[in-house]
């Protein structure tokens, strides 16, 4: 059987169920998961209901309900079946929508999973829709959702773009459904929908241009010197949405050459982006990178369902609720951020960490490392630890690293996921961002194993760190 085959399977098993719950995961993926499966699976005429777990976990089992619902565990779960067999779920009662590396297991679990046939840059909401097309072809329209969701889980990060079928059938169908604008060769930036230009230009390191990355004041320096004016008439910050075509090209032009003239690629200065035009303008719903990290703050604070109601459509009091998330989110990482930068990190031989505490929510420790990143030392992977509330007994690691570093070898899903499963505790993620939960006892010697292994892991693609 081929990838397909497991869609048109999974369709199947979801037609016939009469009642089916829905297990996903708090972040932009996952919440993107739930709208879009929760919304097929409605248009059926199926009465769904919905479950949010940050991890999947013993301690979040529980939260699987024990009824003759059908089961389906989205963006989660293909690691962690036997967490379902030691629950009791049975294979006929279970499906796993997910795009993580799938774990052995005595009960062989029905799974749509993108990765086990090479789409590695495709995120669980890209395999939901894939399905939800399969349930409906009408179900077109649900074709933005996946791209928000495939975006927010870094599948666009390393090609500037998604590519496979993220690209191929799904920004195809938006594009076909009129709810999606494609723009080819667009700034590689964030906040093109809600910051001033200067900002968003000073906030990207990717890539870093000297003088502009990391300096608020240099890029509004730029800025002049090219003439582009910062306000509007009415004295409101422009934002470079709004800008027109020869501006956006003089600017464009004007850091390649930057780029250049400090002998630096300017193959990452253009991305493809996707925007929404049926969105109010100056909103962070108006493109996929800022809608993306407006579900991640409802997730993070522990409101995934509010999340949800927005992609549903909801655009009174969830979508005021998000904003004020999205306002509170932003602050707490620019904290943590800072924290990080004035305490500074104890650095290995192949890796740079640092234990916070109980000073920062552990649901927000992996974004402020990988802001962080680029202010300290790129080239050495991040670990960020911390406590972990609901247990005492446990410390919750977050690692992240960038693509130029991935390139030479590194897997910090693999990294984190051996050395945690060898302390009695579990990892997943990805090669450029993955996560674990390990027992408080073992942090010291974890983070000598997770160096250990990231050294084997440079050593066997014949590169180093430096």
Request: glycine share 8%.
């Amino acid at each position: 059987m081929g990838f397909c085959d497991d869609v048109k399977a999974a369709a199947e098993q979801i037609a016939a169920a009469k009642k089916i719950t829905i297990i996903s995961h708090i972040d932009a993926d996952g919440i993107a998961c739930e709208a879009i499966l929760s919304q097929a699976i409605s248009r059926q005429e199926i009465s769904v209901k919905s479950v949010f777990v940050r991890q999947l976990e013993p301690l979040t089992m529980p939260q699987v309900p024990q009824d003759d619902s059908f089961k389906i565990f989205a963006d989660l779960g293909a690691g962690q079946q036997n967490l379902m067999m030691d629950r009791g779920l049975s294979e006929k009662e279970v499906l796993i929508v997910d795009h993580h590396i799938s774990q052995p297991c005595e009960r062989e679990y029905p799974q749509v999973n993108c990765l086990p046939y090479g789409h590695t840059r495709m995120s669980a909401a890209g395999v939901s829709y894939l399905i939800a097309k399969q349930l409906d072809s009408s179900n077109i329209d649900l074709a933005k959702l996946a791209i928000v969701g495939n975006v927010g889980d870094m599948m666009a990060r390393e090609k500037c773009g998604l590519v496979g079928p993220a690209r191929d059938i799904i920004v195809e169908d938006g594009v076909r459904h009129q709810s999606v604008e494609v723009r080819k060769k667009d700034l590689n930036c964030y906040g093109t929908a809600t910051r001033p230009i200067h900002l968003s230009l000073a906030y990207n390191d990717d890539p870093f241009v000297r003088g502009i990355s990391n300096n608020p004041e240099g890029a509004r320096q730029f800025l002049r010197k090219l003439g582009i004016k910062e306000k509007t008439p009415d004295g409101r910050y422009r934002v470079w949405e709004e800008l027109d075509a020869p501006e956006k090209r003089t600017i464009i032009s004007a850091l390649a050459e930057q780029l250049i003239a400090h002998g630096e690629k300017v193959d990452r200065l253009f991305a493809e982006t996707y925007g929404f035009p049926d969105e109010l303008p100056r909103t962070p719903l108006r493109n996929a990178q800022e809608y993306a990290t407006l579900l991640n703050a409802c997730g993070r604070w522990a409101k995934p369902a509010i999340g949800g109601a927005i992609l549903r459509g909801d655009r009174g009091q969830a979508y005021r609720d998000a904003e004020h998330m999205l306002t509170n989110h932003r602050a707490i990482i620019r904290s943590l951020l800072q924290f990080i930068i004035d305490t500074g990190v104890k650095e290995l031989e192949h890796l740079q960490w640092l234990h916070v505490g109980g000073r920062y929510p552990d649901t927000i420790v992996g974004i402020g490392a990988g802001m962080a990143l680029s202010k300290l030392n790129p080239d050495k992977p991040i670990l960020i630890m911390c406590e972990v509330p609901e247990d005492t007994n446990l410390t919750k690691c977050s690692m992240r690293t960038n693509e130029r570093v991935v390139g030479r070898g590194i897997d910090l899903q693999q990294a984190l996921n051996e050395a945690s499963t060898e302390y009695g505790g579990g990892g997943g993620g990805h090669k450029i961002a993955a996560g674990a939960y390990i027992p408080k006892t073992a942090e010291q010697e974890f983070v000598i194993r997770v160096n250990r292994i990231l050294g084997e892991q440079f050593t066997a693609a014949g590169s180093d760190n430096r």
